[in-house]
């Protein structure tokens, strides 16, 4: 047989099986991303010049030096959970990644709250990176023109509410044209915010060396012992910190339906991304708590006064006259995520469309760019919707719900780590790498995430978690939390009153592997 035959035959069989299962392809631009523009864009969505300024000052006031620790440990269920990603894309390779997944492991109810998980989750992120990213721009202007008037004017909410509409249309637009102009955007965007990360650790040690830092303090392998944190509370909520600090890795896998081999090249890309995000985050923790201490005065890591921005303090005594290099980073760092995370919900929400588990409309595709076309304009609506509403009502409700974003994380998270653990149930004991990489690490991901879901659940209700806003004596970190979820359940229930062939399992099939 010749190998344009068989070439033709697989082809053919794997549409058979796809259709047997209820799967099948979007017209999305298929072979468009290859490995490294996939973690090039898995790096920008976590944005770890934006996520490490806004963490570590928090993570530090509750784990003091033990912060690498935490690093380390919200690491390893991020991995394990990774690995049941990628099991499950080599199998189903479908860019409604977490919906379809625990649809086809668990059935069409906790598959579309698995997908509800990850559009909420993605969609209150798009607000916040657009307001950080709004911020720094304003931060800019003032230090490029040496006017700090300029620097205030992101305080005034019309101006600012305004000004975040634009950055998040423009990130939509560019999102709405497709993965090539995703890619050329983020491969500057990136390669920017890693090189001034870099800068300001090299910086940081120098000074710790030649005796100029703040508070210069010695590594010791005691920070890296998670044991010597004071509590179990205080270590629960540095890991649900740290956890939110390596979220959007996943975008990798909801571009499977446009990557070069796409059963390969999103579990791989996903699984790097998570590892050199975790490099990074080290050797920054390190430098930044080498050069300022964990002091709770003046330029220390532990200074409430420093936590909303640790760089916008440290910058300028450790990287001098270059600091608004780290400006432009931050800038850059939000803007650059606040693109790449359109892809998730995006492809989620297409994916949604196209198994009626939402509107049809959600499923169009822009012909021209071959990219979700209603999904994506929705996200961008959903997004500045949301800001403005938050913004409007309170700005503690806008953070409270950054902060409740933990548990959504976790929670889809969990129902996928846990899809995979299902799905693969008929070959944990065909080989050792079954059992390790389809049983046994996604189901300690998945335990672990849903375990942090409750925790932080519980914790929340106190009205001294977040912002220490409470309604009818319940945090507001809480009632955001699982009002979202619970807003997901009554949306579902709507749909299923619209469109029941979905919810009846008439679209996609549950089933296993062989």
Not at 142 to 162: D, H, R, T, V, Y
Not at 271 to 279: C, D, M, S
Not at 306 to 333: E, R, T
């Amino acid at each position: 047989m010749s190998n344009s035959s068989a070439t033709e035959l697989s082809d053919k069989s794997d549409k058979s099986s796809k259709s047997s299962t209820g799967l099948s392809e979007k017209g999305l631009k298929a072979g468009s991303v290859g490995l490294l523009g996939a973690v090039v864009i898995g790096i920008s969505c976590i944005a770890p010049a934006y996520t490490l300024t806004a963490a570590l000052g928090p993570t530090v006031s509750v784990v003091g030096v033990h912060l690498p620790a935490i690093f380390l440990v919200g690491f390893i269920p991020m991995l394990l959970v990774a690995f049941g990603y990628r099991e499950l894309n080599n199998a189903m390779p479908d860019s409604g990644t977490s919906f379809t997944w625990a649809s086809r492991a668990f059935g069409p109810w906790i598959g579309w709250m698995g997908g509800w998980g990850l559009i909420a989750a993605t969609i209150i992120v798009l607000s916040n990176l657009a307001a950080v990213a709004v911020d720094f721009f304003y931060l800019m202007l003032a230090q490029i023109f040496a006017n700090p008037e300029l620097g205030e004017l992101s305080k005034n909410l019309p101006l600012n509410i305004a000004t975040t509409f634009v950055f998040i249309a423009l990130a939509c637009w560019i999102s709405y044209r497709g993965m090539e102009t995703t890619k050329s955007f983020q491969y500057i965007l990136v390669a920017f915010q890693l090189l001034v990360l870099g800068w300001f650790a090299v910086s940081a040690f120098i000074h710790v060396s030649s005796g100029t830092a703040f508070d210069a303090t010695a590594i010791t392998a005691d920070w890296f012992n998670p044991f010597a944190v004071s509590s179990f509370s205080d270590f629960a909520a540095g890991v649900s910190l740290s956890i939110f600090i390596y979220w959007g890795w996943d975008v990798t896998l909801t571009m499977n339906e446009e990557a070069k081999n796409p059963e390969k090249t999103p579990g791989r890309a996903a699984t790097l991304t998570v590892v050199i995000i975790v490099a990074i985050y080290l050797v920054v923790a390190l430098a930044t708590l080498s050069f300022a201490g964990i002091g709770d005065t003046g330029l220390g890591a532990g200074n409430p006064e420093n936590q909303a921005s640790i760089f916008a303090v440290l910058a300028g005594p450790v990287m001098g006259p270059f600091a608004i290099l780290m400006s432009l980073a931050i800038l850059s760092s939000s803007a650059a995520s606040l693109q790449s995370t359109f892809v998730s919900p995006g492809r989620t929400l297409l994916a949604m469309g196209h198994y009626r588990a939402l509107p049809k409309s959600f499923g169009r595709i822009s012909p021209s760019y071959k990219s979700p076309s209603v999904a994506t304009i929705a996200s961008a609506i959903a997004a500045a919707g949301f800001y403005a509403l938050t913004r409007i009502i309170s700005e503690n409700a806008l953070w409270d719900t950054i902060t409740a974003l933990g548990m959504m994380i976790c929670f889809y998270y969990g129902i996928t780590a846990l899809a995979c653990v299902w799905f693969f149930r008929k070959r944990w004991l065909r080989s050792a790498r079954d059992f390790f990489f389809a049983f046994l690490f996604p189901l300690l991901g998945g335990v672990i995430l849903l375990v942090m879901f409750v925790k932080t659940a519980v914790d929340s209700m106190d009205p001294s978690y977040g912002s220490g806003s409470e309604i009818a004596g319940l945090g507001l970190v809480f009632i955001l939390g699982i009002g979202v979820i619970l807003l997901g359940a009554v949306l579902m229930l709507v749909m299923y009153l619209r469109k029941p062939e979905f919810f009846r399992g008439q679209v996609l099939k549950v089933g296993s592997a062989d």
